[in-house]
């Protein structure tokens, strides 16, 4: 297996690493918050984040300092951060890692980046099913707060920020920004229209910064080695930086794998995660979560970071990367993936809510084989009125899977109606001609 630093995971990685605040300490935590606070002008950190390329690891990987750079500058009032913690996509689970087993490393993050935006209370939004993570994020704050490092004061410098753990009720959608502030206000959690943007209308109508569990963990390591050293890492300019890969599916050794940005499907297929679990043949892969467009064993070359992936023809998403044999069915994991975004639909965008039960029902009559071919395009033509018709990216996500294994896999659908119109071909047939 290649060897490359690992920045992330290092610590979880040690034997005996505990996560407490004693062992987070020893290995040099919360000296990027002592280097920083005070020292380096909340602007000039935004500034080196901004030099650093961090882009954000919740799936749409926008540049981080540039969006903390679009908060109003002499904005009088309180402003917000909203720590991601939602996760809830399918195939995706590095930030309960990041958060159970090195918690102050996302604390750090947080209160650096509050810093740097001027905020002096962050939330972390943390999907409800994840009680462990919540317990331990609890308890981590506890210890920061009493060592100095969380609060009023911090450090003696004159500097507030306290952190709220808020546990969701366990929506997909509350992992959308504005549907998650909505939930945060104690409202039903269903995305706001965008502009205005939560940079200047968030949190209570606050300028408001959400960002990813992921990606605020990489902030204490940008301001301890410095924009440059984190800018050279993975594929400049890019997509800097390591990122942390949830292998799962059919492979030897499914789990996160943090690996430099850049490096191919095929290393992190059959070198990180071991390989095929079997002597079937890979048949496909999602590289980015169930969001994004399926990739069939043509792709396995393809680099893993936001440009190469995007022109290949699908997205790095939120990091999952799902790998499937062959003889799996495509038609079968379309309606899975499917049958999860109806049931996550919030119902605000008829397209969304309406479309996504009729593509249900229709795969569910394909794989029943009572499918017939006006099917297929009725399928595509759902799709194309679902996607870019939504208040957010939802719609644009549900459709991802069915467009993809239509366009690779169209045969597998086809075939299943060829067997639906010989099963009904069969059952017309007139009595005694058999
Ligand atoms: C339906 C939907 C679900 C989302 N779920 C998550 C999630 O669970 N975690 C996350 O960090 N971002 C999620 N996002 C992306 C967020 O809206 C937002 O872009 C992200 O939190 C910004 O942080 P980043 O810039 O650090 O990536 C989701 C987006 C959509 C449209």
């Known amino acids: 297996m290649p060897q490359h630093e690992l920045i992330l995971l290092k610590n979880m990685m040690q ?66 951060l909203c720590c991601n913690a939602d996760e809830s996509e399918p195939g995706t689970f590095k930030d309960r890692q990041l958060m159970e087993r090195d918690p102050h490393q996302v604390l750090e993050g947080i209160v650096l980046s509050c810093y740097a935006i001027g905020a002096e209370t962050a939330f972390i939004y943390i999907r409800g099913e994840m009680v462990l993570g919540a317990k331990i994020l609890e308890h981590a704050i506890a210890e920061a707060r009493a060592a100095g490092y969380i609060g009023k004061n911090i450090l003696g410098t004159g500097i507030h920020a306290d952190v709220w753990v808020h546990r969701g009720a366990g929506a997909y959608i509350c992992g959308e920004e504005t549907a998650l502030l909505e939930s945060l206000e104690g409202k039903r959690g269903l995305p706001r229209i965008k502009p205005p943007f939560p940079a200047t209308h968030g949190l209570y109508n606050k300028p408001t910064v959400v960002n990813n569990v992921e990606t605020l963990a990489n902030v204490p390591h940008i301001m301890n080695r410095g924009p440059e050293w984190f800018a050279a890492i993975g594929s ?33 297929v059959y070198e990180h995660a071991g390989g095929m679990r079997s002597d079937k043949p890979l048949k496909a892969i999602i590289p980015g979560g169930a969001s994004a467009p399926f990739f069939t064993p043509a792709h396995l070359d ?68 009572r499918g017939h071919m006006e099917d297929l395009e009725t399928l595509l033509d759902l799709c194309k009125n679902i996607a870019g018709r939504t208040v957010c990216a939802f719609g644009d996500a549900e459709v991802a ?14 075939d299943l109606i060829h067997e639906a119109e010989a099963v009904n071909l069969i059952k017309l047939e007139p009595a005694g001609r058999h």
Request: aromatic share 10%.
């Open 401 to 414: 899977p069915i467009q993809s294994t239509l366009k690779y896999w169209r045969q597998e659908y086809v």
């Open 302 to 369: 393809v680099k893993l970071d936001f440009e190469h992936v995007a022109l290949a023809g699908s997205m790095l998403g939120s990091g999952g990367v799902t790998v499937m044999e062959e003889g799996t069915s495509m038609v079968w994991a379309a309606l899975r993936l499917m049958e999860f975004f109806y049931h996550e639909s919030c119902g605000k965008c008829s397209p969304c809510r309406e479309g996504s039960s009729w593509l249900v029902q229709t795969l569910r009559r394909i794989l029943a084989k």
């Open 15 to 80: 034997p005996g690493y505990t996560g407490s605040l004693v062992d987070y300490e020893k290995t040099g935590g919360y000296q990027a918050l002592r280097k920083t606070l005070g020292k380096i002008a909340p602007a000039d950190v935004t500034a080196m984040v901004r030099k650093s390329g961090l882009r954000g690891r919740g799936g749409a990987g926008f540049p981080t300092g540039v969006k903390w750079g679009f908060l109003p500058k002499d904005y009088q009032g309180p402003r917000y």
């Open 236 to 268: 400049p300019p890019k997509s800097t930086g390591t990122r942390v890969f949830c292998v799962s599916g059919h492979v030897k050794r499914p789990g996160n794998y943090e690996v430099p940005m850049g490096i191919t499907i095929r290393e992190l």
